[in-house]
């Protein structure tokens, strides 16, 4: 369930190359606060396993992404394999199984989108980060510009999801204004 | 109300009559109008007395099944197991978008309501399982369900009752089918979202193994109003002559309409005075050409068909459609319906969880063919090629994400065939698309 085809092609969305990040060695996440703020998040299920997807995002907030030292700190903090909480890494869409643009940009273009034009606004962000085409970083390291499906603000097109930021009404002409206030 | 356009004086604003008032996020703004007063008289009565009102006032599932609230609370018995309360946040369904605005704007409005809920089927514990891309309607459940600790609202002596509440709020991480009830489970319990077989159902062992009750947002926001009102005052709200349909609806509007946004009504409403008089109508210029009128999973109506229509789980049924979640999806007279419809196709191939072969092979295969005849390049025996397809990963599966996406090309198939053909009759070259077969979509 990772970002599958594209709607404005008919092609599979590229993936960036894999196998390039894996030199630098993982620094541990679950320790000092962090730590204790996994524990916390833990005593809240009978089961250890039930913190993955929690654990997962304190992960990636805190590298950006999910890398294989990644999962294997969380593995062994939540006594289940690597093998198996990669499965569950990459069943989610969330989840970056490598690095991104300094600011992920989700655009929705799910039919409701779709409908008020919003394969202009995946046209016009993809010009104005310089990313090319979606899934790709654009070269400075600012940008990558995925399509998502169904963001749940279809009353509001076109949403985007800037990280963590949701931003409403997108047109392809409130793009450039959007990104210039980014860093 | 019409959130983000002012009360429409045909809506019935129960749950949305505080939509875009920040006053009301806060603790103390959520006390001053009232909230909590269910939840305390709720702690201090018995909870089969609780699932014995709900039952009696008709309030049914909202989150698309339209199954009987009380009646599934009442599976819940004092059996002294533990048990657990989920609530659905996962609102995903294309053209919905209420549970959003209930959680960004009346958050305490749903703790109250979960809190209620847990008491009522016997559990300690209750989780709020929201979608992940849901930041800030997260962010405003953390800080609701803080507050209610700290006010002793929630925890080990809940308001003072001597009942234990605890409610956690869950984070997903993208992935439309953990709003699949036992897909959500299987999420929560850090698996991958696999929708479960059924049996055995969540009542008998559902999370972590335990008799479970899972709601959707918008009903668990409704029912701290039945408990406070009374299940006589709740009836009110509906036609009466179907009993079977009680109480307001949360409608969800968006596409080629003038006034997109979130209304409320009592169900019975007609639907083209909704379309028409509180959502505006079309575009300038423009004519409404169909609509889905209860989120992309049922299927689609004509202008005509719409317009003939009443708004209960009767009334869009009588119309060859269903309620679903009240996601409302307007297309207008510029639209072409075979590259809207291949664009769900594609929702659904990239959502399936591709456990069951004919939903992983079905979607797939569907959404391939529909971007053919989309591209200019189908031929005829495509169209006998999509029923086939679609009457073979119909109700054959562990959960009906397979059916949903089959709805919407059967139901275009028969009401814009015409639009289908042309395009195949456009269609002068001999196709030979090499690979385009191949790959799967999801």
């Known amino acids: ?183 | 109300m019409g959130y983000p356009h002012p009360s429409h004086p045909r809506e019935t604003p129960i749950l949305s009559k505080y939509f875009g008032d920040p006053e009301a996020r806060t603790l103390a703004g959520w006390r001053a109008r009232g909230g909590y007063e269910a939840l305390e008289n709720a702690l201090n009565t018995d909870p089969q007395e609780l699932q014995t009102v709900v039952k009696d006032s008709g309030l049914r599932g909202r989150g698309g099944a339209g199954f009987p609230t009380g009646m599934k609370w009442s599976f819940m018995k004092p059996d002294g197991k533990t048990h657990y309360l989920c609530c659905n946040a996962d609102e995903s369904e294309p053209g919905t978008f209420k549970d959003r605005e209930i959680m960004r704007w009346t958050p305490h409005g749903l703790v109250e309501g979960v809190a209620l809920a847990a008491h009522a089927i016997y559990a300690q514990t209750a989780y709020i399982y929201i979608r992940g891309e849901f930041t800030e309607p997260y962010a405003r459940m953390c800080q609701a369900v803080d507050e209610a600790y700290a006010a002793g609202i929630l925890g080990p002596n809940a308001m003072g009752s001597g009942k234990h509440v605890d409610v956690h709020v869950h984070r997903g991480a993208g992935a439309y089918i953990c709003g699949e009830e036992t897909a959500l489970m299987n999420s929560l319990e850090g698996r991958r979202g696999n929708p479960r077989i059924k049996p055995p159902f969540p009542a008998v062992a559902g999370l972590f193994g335990k008799p479970t009750t899972i709601n959707n947002v918008e009903t668990l926001a409704t029912v701290p109003y039945i408990i406070k009102n009374g299940a006589e005052w709740y009836k009110q709200y509906g036609r009466p002559d179907n009993p079977k349909s009680i109480g307001t609806k949360l409608f969800s509007v968006c596409g080629n309409i003038s006034r997109p946004g979130n209304y409320e009504v009592a169900l019975g409403f007609p639907f083209k005075d909704f379309l028409y008089d509180l959502c505006g109508g079309p575009l300038a210029g423009r004519e409404i050409k169909a609509v889905i009128p209860g989120g992309s999973s049922v299927p689609i109506l004509t202008r005509e068909e719409a317009e003939g229509a009443i708004m209960d789980y009767e009334g869009f049924v009588a119309s060859g459609t269903m309620l679903g979640s009240g996601g409302v999806i307007v297309f207008d007279d510029r639209q072409d319906m075979v590259r809207q419809i291949a664009r769900l196709t594609r929702f659904y191939a990239h959502e399936s969880c591709a456990q069951c072969t004919q939903c992983r092979e079905g979607t797939a295969w569907i959404t391939r063919i529909m971007e053919r005849i989309r591209d200019g390049q189908g031929t005829a025996e495509d169209l006998d090629t999509l029923v086939a397809i679609s009457e073979g990963m119909s109700g054959k599966t562990i959960c009906v994400l397979s059916d949903s996406c089959a709805t919407p090309v059967m139901s275009g198939l028969k009401k814009f065939r015409h639009e289908f053909e042309a395009k195949i009759a456009a269609n002068k070259s001999v196709v030979t698309v090499p690979g385009a077969f191949r790959a799967s979509a999801a």
């Open chain 1, 1 to 183: 369930m990772s970002h599958g085809p594209s709607a404005s092609g008919g092609a599979l969305v590229a993936a960036p190359p894999h196998g390039t990040h894996h030199d630098k060695p993982h620094v541990p996440v679950f320790v000092g606060d962090t730590r204790v703020e996994l524990d916390r998040i833990l005593s809240r299920y009978p089961t250890k396993q039930a913190a993955l997807l929690p654990a997962l995002w304190m992960l990636q907030d805190a590298r950006g992404w999910v890398s294989e030292g990644g999962i294997e700190e969380v593995a062994a903090a939540l006594g289940i394999t690597p093998a198996y909480v990669k499965g569950v890494v990459s069943f989610y869409t969330m989840y970056h199984q490598h690095p991104v643009g300094r600011h992920f940009i989700q655009v929705c273009t799910t039919t409701p989108c779709n409908v008020c034009g919003a394969e202009d606004v995946v046209k016009s962000l993809l010009e104005h980060t310089g990313c090319g085409d979606l899934g790709f970083t654009s070269a400075d390291g600012r940008f990558t510009v995925v399509e998502v499906e169904c963001l749940g603000a279809c009353g509001f097109a076109t949403p985007i999801m800037i990280n963590n930021d949701f931003v409403e009404s997108v047109t392809p002409e409130s793009v450039s204004r959007i990104l210039s206030e980014l860093k």
